[in-house]
């Protein structure tokens, strides 16, 4: 959870954010001296980030301050790492209405200076089936960030990681699908309790739709991720050939 979106910011800074930005930061996330956060869902808005409120006032010097609360932020605050780098979806004073006035801000957890900056946990969310994750509410009262891309363009900044992070999901799951597979394979019927229970019938059954729902998850990984890269339609039938064996 707290390395996971990594790739997809620092895509999201290679793609839109200023030279200068890039410099500062993008070696920071490859190194590992700080893990990136995804800040977009606040009390008022969850599904409909047309709503968000979250501001974001110019300081005249290239800078900003971001007033504002956001929810359910994965990796929001941790000692894993010197610092963090908070991607923060907020408004701008003369912005639009709905989601077409939102713009995107880069805001690290520690400034140049070593100085911590104005944004801290306000606590700890409780979420079902994750338990090792310190997914926050966080407060940004006066932090200092920078613009990312062009202003009330944040959104389709943002996708650019967002998508990442569900490609990145998706591969995970695939990797899951692909051990029980294995494991499945190599496990007698009678080693398994549900096996005992409906007789031997039901284990091959099972392990075939597995199979099955594993090569379709690698076609669409596959699909997803390398049309960016010039290949066609053949990479599906790589993806299946690839995972012939889960």
Known sequence: MYTGIAHGAYLCLKTHAAPWLQARYLPEIISGHALPTMCLTE????????????RATPEGDGRYRLQGNKL????????????ILHLVLARLPDAPPGSRGLSLFLVPKRLDDG???????????????????????LV?????GWLIGDANRGLAAMFVMMNSAR???????WGMSRRLGRTLRNTP??????????????HRPKRLTLSVITRRCAACCWSCARP???????VIGRAFARSGRA
């Open 72 to 83: 359910f932020i994965s990796g929001g605050e941790h000692d894993l790492t010197p610092n």
């Open 43 to 54: 009390p008022q808005a969850g599904s409909d980030v047309g709503l968000l409120r979250c």
């Open 140 to 144: 940004f009262d006066g932090a200092l």
């Open 189 to 202: 019927p009678s080693a398994c309790k549900c096996v005992r229970r409906r007789g031997r019938k039901g």
């Open 167 to 173: 490609l990145m999901s998706a591969c995970k799951a």
């Open 228 to 234: 960016a890269r010039g290949c066609g339609p053949s």
């Open 115 to 137: 100085q911590a900056n104005a944004v801290h946990c306000d606590g700890i969310e409780h979420k079902m089936g994750i338990k090792g994750s310190a997914t926050c509410s």
